[in-house]
Every structure is written in structure tokens, then in C-alpha cells.
């Protein structure tokens, strides 16, 4: 395969330990306020819809001179979780999650599906909450080319994580990592965002998950994998899931700086899907592309009868030069574009057409994603 800015990375999840949470943040030069109401008496923090606090609370800004940590940790913590998963063999692991949904008797979490693999079929989740109780949890759904999962716990009326937009951040901006890394709960470490549509593989070859990821430099390591990525304002925008390394023959297996988060705006699509059905779906184009072809561009080997590809008027040796902007020249990139999308979404692809190029408009469809 020819080089290319596509990363082959190790997921956040390791096995054996008990883990904790940390934290990322940097200050943009312009952070928006967000408004909220500090409990007098147990600091806890809330967000206040329209700048009223009732009585006992009082007002404070977020986000006003940059992220304050503090706050955003009292604001966030309590969304947080830590998940240890027991395998049906006896091995053990720990990642995070964050709480999603709750209502009255059942709480949703969002996870890695690396997470809770290992108890996909056999074998026992717990969820440690924040304020130290334990419950035990039960898969809802997931997604392994996603790299998602949503569990459940028998309690509700949890505390949400506050959501953010994650297509709203832009190169450089504050971001706070929240999980559980090597056993050491309430850990924080502070980052920016480093890079943004970063195509990212994580996973075996018969269970790859590919990322349109959020490259940050601050601190994920073995356990952050299924915690929040938030924004400045305490807002979800990321699922932190994966590092890159040097690997043990560098003597470093650890963070490096190079951290990498599912955009949470496709986490949330995802979700949604499997607390509501128990499946989820991605995006299909129907093409596939000839790994012999040297480039540049990617040539279309096969295109699937009565799929996007087909009905838009693609035919086979087509070369494809960009998706929806991004220049592809390796199938990971590719794949990648089109998966950052929903079903139902149009995309953008270029095609060589003679001397010049020409643009096709596709509307995505749609099929199953593997569990």
C-alpha cells in the first residue's frame, strides 16, 4: 500500500487493570459563556438553561477566560463512569463511558465496543459509578466498525453528559478528556485539538472500526478508551478511543501526544439507533476499489447493482480523485469519508472525466453495520 496520512492505531482499553479518568484542555482565544448554578452547599454544578439559578444556587460563567477546569471537571464528573468487563474465560479489562440517556428506571452509556467485546456473549459488565456504587450493566447494542456500544444500568434519573456538536471544532481548540487510564480515577490532563478528519483504524481485519477522528495531544492512555471527549463549555464532542505509540521496542507504550476521538456527533447518531432497535446502520456507496491500481486516485473495480454507485451512473475503471472535498488515495480515506456520513446524506465525488474532472452528487444509502 502506498503512504499515506491514514493511521493504524492501538485502542485505549487494557486488560488486567483497573482504570480511571483524566481530562484535556487548552484555551482557544474565543471561548462562548456557558451559564450555570453552583449548589452553596455541595458545589455540585448545573447547567442553567437561561441564566436563573433557584434559590441555594449561585450564578456562574464557564467558558468566560478560557476552559476552567474545575468547574467543567464538577460539571462533567458525575456523567462518567468506569467499566470493568469479565470474559466468560476469566480475563479482565477496564474502560470508561459516559452516561447518555436516563430516565426514570434505566440509564443508557456509551462505550467502545472494544470495551465490552470480551462479554458480547459470555461474561459480566460492571459499571462503577461516580460516586463510588456498582451495577451491574447489560449490552443494548453495538457497532464494531464503529468501534461503539451502548450498555445499560437498572437506575435512573442519572446525570446526562451535557452535549456539544462536534463539527463546530475547529484546530486548536480546548478539550477535555474524561475516562479511566491505568486505575488512577479522576485523573486530568490537558490538550488541544490537534487535528480534525483524521482517518484512523483501530481493530482486528475481521472486526476493523474505522474513525473520522479527532486527533488531540492530551493524555489518553489504557482506559480512557469509551470516555468523553468535551469542549471547553463541559460538552460532549468526542468518544476517546484510541492512541497511537511507539511501541515496546522504543520502550514506550504509553501516550505519546497522539490521541484520537470518535466525533461525538456520530456517536450520538449511532446510539440512538441501537437504544432504539438494538442494530445500527452506516452509510453505503457500493463501490469497491482495485488494490493494484497505483494512483493517483482510487480506481473503481466493482460497483454494486442498484446501489448509490449504480444509481447515480458510476461505472467500473472510474477513477475517483476526492470525496466531499478530502483527496483519496488509499481505501481507508475513503471508506472513512463516506462513513462520516449518514445514510441519506449526499456526498460529493470527483471523478476523472478525460483531460478535466467531473462531480457527482450521491445520496447515500443504507445497510447493516456488523455488531
Known amino acids: 500500500m502506498r503512504n499515506s496520512t491514514t493511521f493504524k492505531v492501538i485502542t485505549s482499553f487494557v486488560l488486567g487493570v483497573t482504570a480511571a479518568s483524566g481530562f484535556?484542555?487548552?484555551?482557544?482565544?474565543?471561548?462562548?459563556?456557558?451559564?450555570?448554578?453552583?449548589?452553596?452547599?455541595t458545589?455540585?454544578?448545573?447547567?442553567?438553561?437561561?441564566?436563573n439559578?433557584?434559590?441555594?444556587?449561585?450564578?456562574?460563567?464557564?467558558?468566560?477566560?478560557?476552559?476552567?477546569?474545575?468547574?467543567?471537571?464538577?460539571?462533567?464528573?458525575?456523567?462518567?463512569?468506569?467499566?470493568?468487563?469479565?470474559?466468560?474465560?476469566?480475563?479482565?479489562?477496564?474502560?470508561?463511558?459516559?452516561?447518555?440517556?436516563?430516565?426514570?428506571?434505566?440509564s443508557f452509556i456509551i462505550t467502545n465496543n472494544h470495551v465490552i467485546d470480551d462479554a458480547a456473549s459470555a461474561g459480566r459488565?460492571?459499571?462503577?459509578?461516580?460516586?463510588?456504587?456498582?451495577?451491574?450493566?447489560?449490552?443494548?447494542?453495538?457497532?464494531?466498525?464503529?468501534d461503539l456500544a451502548v450498555i445499560s444500568v437498572k437506575k435512573g434519573n442519572l446525570p446526562e453528559i451535557p452535549l456539544g456538536n462536534s463539527s463546530s471544532l475547529f484546530i486548536g481548540d480546548a478539550v477535555?478528556?474524561?475516562?479511566?487510564?491505568?486505575?488512577?480515577?479522576?485523573?486530568?490532563?490537558?490538550?488541544?485539538?490537534?487535528?480534525?478528519?483524521?482517518?484512523v483504524t483501530?481493530?482486528?481485519?475481521?472486526?476493523?472500526?474505522?474513525?473520522?477522528?479527532i486527533q488531540t495531544d492530551a493524555a489518553i492512555n489504557p482506559g480512557n478508551s469509551g470516555g468523553p471527549l468535551v469542549d471547553s463549555q463541559g460538552r460532549a464532542v468526542g468518544v476517546n478511543s484510541a492512541i497511537a505509540t511507539l511501541g515496546s521496542a522504543f520502550g514506550a507504550s504509553g501516550s505519546i501526544g497522539l490521541g484520537f476521538s470518535i466525533p461525538f456527533n456520530q456517536a450520538k447518531r449511532i446510539a440512538d439507533e441501537l437504544i432504539a432497535t438494538g442494530k445500527s446502520t452506516k452509510p453505503f456507496l457500493g463501490v469497491s476499489f482495485d488494490p493494484t491500481f497505483t494512483g493517483p486516485g482510487l480506481r473503481i473495480n466493482n460497483i454494486t447493482p442498484d446501489s448509490a454507485a449504480d444509481k447515480a451512473g458510476l461505472t467500473v475503471?472510474?477513477?475517483?480523485?476526492?470525496?466531499?472535498?478530502?483527496?483519496?488515495?488509499d481505501a481507508v480515506t475513503a471508506i472513512v469519508r463516506i462513513r462520516s456520513k449518514a445514510p441519506g446524506d449526499q456526498i460529493a465525488v470527483v471523478v476523472d472525466a478525460g483531460s478535466s474532472t467531473k462531480t457527482y452528487n450521491i445520496t447515500l444509502g443504507s445497510a447493516p453495520s456488523l455488531p
Do not use: H, W
Open 317 to 329: 475503471g472510474t477513477i475517483v480523485r476526492s470525496i466531499n472535498g478530502f483527496k483519496v488515495n
Open 53 to 106: 439559578c433557584p434559590k441555594g444556587r449561585s450564578a456562574v460563567d464557564i467558558g468566560a477566560t478560557g476552559a476552567n477546569v474545575k468547574s467543567i471537571a464538577q460539571l462533567v464528573s458525575p456523567s462518567v463512569v468506569s467499566i470493568k468487563v469479565t470474559s466468560a474465560m476469566g480475563g479482565s479489562g477496564t474502560g470508561s463511558g459516559s452516561v447518555y440517556k436516563s430516565n426514570a428506571t434505566t
Open 202 to 213: 483501530t481493530g482486528s481485519s475481521n472486526a476493523e472500526s474505522f474513525m473520522d477522528a
Open 43 to 51: 458545589k455540585a454544578l448545573f447547567i442553567s438553561n437561561n441564566g
Open 24 to 41: 484535556a484542555i487548552a484555551n482557544p482565544s474565543s471561548v462562548p459563556v456557558v451559564k450555570a448554578c453552583v449548589d452553596n452547599r
Open 125 to 146: 459488565i460492571e459499571v462503577e459509578l461516580n460516586n463510588g456504587d456498582v451495577l451491574p450493566a447489560t449490552i443494548v447494542g453495538r457497532n464494531s466498525e464503529y
Open 176 to 199: 477535555i478528556a474524561f475516562g479511566s487510564p491505568l486505575g488512577l480515577s479522576g485523573t486530568v490532563t490537558s490538550g488541544i485539538v490537534s487535528a480534525l478528519n483524521r482517518p
